[in-house]
């Protein structure tokens, strides 16, 4: 165990901050992702496990198998509190066990157990089993499914059941280490300056909270109707912006059909999550959290499934196989593609069709038949089915349910986002989407994505909900809680200095693994192919526009027109 710096924690906060600097400093260029080399960096940050709303949530981050650039994913639910409560602010996992193993944290003692009888378990059986072999209810367990031990390139990492960090991996490079899961218990409580303060800041938030909160009473499937009525709602493979079926896979069809009660993460009274559960037809008995607006926009929009408890039947499948369910539709969704254009003629997949949707999702996790090809990402998917002209990823990853052509603030931020096609670096698509800004023009983008950008950094590496980032974390509260917890007072023009150092750290890893600016444009048919229908018929991010605005956000970072960082030249 080692004694962070003040210094570093002064300088990268927690979370992404430290996740970002340690694998700058420690990785070197070019290591494999799945090779012993590459590091699995856990961490929380000064916020976690406190009276601040929203304060479970815990990242990962490591050199991506499937985009081989900088990873990141998050999660909530109650494990990342209980790292802190064991007194860690990281968990730095390198080289690999001769057999599977996974690693078990109970304040000062850390410990590897044999895993030999949880390997081929889902992520269901492998939490239960952990906590029973450790007598404990109160651990919470990290662990990956199948797909994360055969290597599949998406592979995701599951917590309390329904939780995942999802995003570029992270289940395969833990399953490249034979770590099947961590278990994590503690009793220590966050060190904290002023708690008393700090609790009546809290109070006084929590008072202003509207009990009508759209994200409380729908959850994220409130998105559907939005994104469906402004026609940016990825359909049948990005194609088209809006589909005529989606009131049977919407909030509505949700609370009707399969809600059973809401559900929030560690010290969150906004409770965004759904417990649900299939009561009749034919998939009987499935019990999820979710779906989430993402599962649904891949599974019911690019698959074109109109049916919420049949999704919530996929949405199972892949958290028990440890698939994320983002990557896993689309490519799914490519699939279904390249079978209405001829090209699966041997084994071909249609849309809309569910049975071969699950079977994909077990062939994908155990890499067999088209699962084998489509595990290794879209990338290598694109190249071999001879698509590379329909492939829609940035960076090798795929993007959220926002069709950018009709909310170009989302097109740069997808574009420019370190980990590939993310919408939560910048959050630009609500913004767009809710009128506060212009959706159809990209002038001034360039600024508020660096601006957000910034915010979102800070609330990734304290570390908190960016969902709750306007009712919690404006840059004053940041500030004030920043300085209640650490008893250190700061600035926004402080905080945005530090967030610009953390970003432009993950950008100096990229640039190190090969990226260019080319890496930072949108799929050609976002740029050449505009939405056919909707309110958003007719719109496109042009190359000039793209080209502009990737100028002026690198202008804003401190940037040579070819994105380096001007000290790292």
């Not at 099947?180 to 503690?186: L, Q, R």
């Not at 938030?205 to 990825?234: A, C, E, H, W, Y």
């Not at 209405?340 to 699950?358: F, I, Q, S």
Request: proline residues 5%; aromatic residues 8%.
């Amino acid at each position: 165990m080692e004694e962070l710096k003040p210094e570093f924690a002064l300088d990268y906060i927690g979370g992404k901050g430290f996740g970002v600097k340690v694998l700058l400093d420690e990785l070197p260029a070019g290591v494999d992702p799945l090779g012993p080399e590459n590091k699995l960096v856990l961490a929380v940050g000064p916020f976690t496990a406190t009276s601040i709303p929203t304060s479970g949530r815990y990242g990962l981050f490591f050199r991506s198998p499937l985009t081989g650039f900088f990873g990141e994913s998050y999660s909530g639910g109650f494990f990342g509190p209980e790292i802190k409560k064991s007194g860690y602010d990281m968990v730095i996992i390198e080289g690999r066990a001769p057999r599977p193993v996974y690693l078990h944290i109970k304040d000062n003692e850390v410990n590897f157990k044999d895993a030999s009888e949880l390997w081929g378990k889902d992520t269901h059986e492998t939490e239960d089993l952990i906590k029973y072999e450790l007598g404990s209810k109160k651990a919470r367990v990290a662990t990956i499914g199948p797909a994360g031990e055969h290597l599949v390139k998406f592979a995701c990492i599951c917590n309390d059941y329904w939780r995942q960090a999802g995003r570029c991996g992270g289940g395969a490079v833990m399953g490249s280490k034979n770590l099947k899961a961590i278990a994590a218990e503690g009793s220590k409580r966050p060190q904290i300056a002023d708690e008393e303060g700090l609790r009546r800041m809290v109070a006084e938030m929590v008072k202003k909270i509207p009990k009508d909160l759209p994200l409380t009473v729908n959850g994220t499937l409130g998105r559907v109707d939005q994104q469906n009525s402004l026609g940016t709602f990825p359909t049948r493979y990005w194609r088209e912006g809006s589909y005529d079926r989606h009131k049977e896979i919407n909030a509505s069809a949700m609370r009707e059909k399969i809600w059973v009660r809401n559900v929030g993460c560690y010290n969150c009274m906004l409770t965004c999550g759904k417990h649900c559960v299939v009561r009749e037809g034919e998939f009987s008995g499935v019990e999820v959290e979710g779906p989430e607006y993402e599962t649904v926009y891949c599974f019911g929009g690019l698959c074109m499934i109109p049916d919420i408890r049949a999704i919530a039947k996929i949405n199972d499948v892949c958290d028990r196989l440890g698939i994320d369910t983002m990557s896993g539709g689309n490519v799914i969704a490519l699939a279904m593609e390249a079978g209405a254009m001829g090209k699966l003629k041997d084994a071909p997949v249609h849309y809309g069709n569910v049975h071969e949707t699950l079977a994909l999702c077990e062939d994908i996790a155990y890499k067999r038949r088209l699962g084998k090809l489509l595990s290794e990402g879209i990338r290598p998917a694109v190249k071999a089915l001879g698509m590379a002209d329909e492939a829609i990823h940035v960076k090798g990853l795929e993007p959220a349910g926002y069709d950018p052509r009709g909310l170009k603030g989302m097109g740069l931020g997808y574009a420019v986002s370190t980990r590939g096609g993310c919408h939560l670096r910048s959050v630009a698509y609500h913004y767009e989407s809710v009128g506060a800004i212009d959706r159809f023009t990209s002038q001034g983008k360039a600024e508020f994505v660096v601006n957000m950008e910034n915010r979102v950094a800070i609330i990734d590496s304290a570390i908190v909900c960016v969902f709750a980032r306007d009712l919690f974390f404006m840059w004053e509260e940041l500030c004030k809680m920043y300085e209640l917890v650490t008893g250190r007072r700061t600035t926004k023009d402080e905080l945005s200095m530090k967030a610009n150092r953390v970003i432009t750290a993950a950008r100096c890893f990229n640039l190190r693994e090969g990226l260019t600016r080319k890496d930072d444009l949108l799929p050609q048919r976002f740029m050449n192919e505009p939405l056919p229908e909707g309110k958003s018929k007719g719109s496109l991010i042009t190359p000039k526009e793209m080209n502009r605005m990737l100028d002026e956000y690198y202008a804003l970072r401190g940037w040579t027109k070819e994105g380096i960082p001007k000290d790292n030249q």
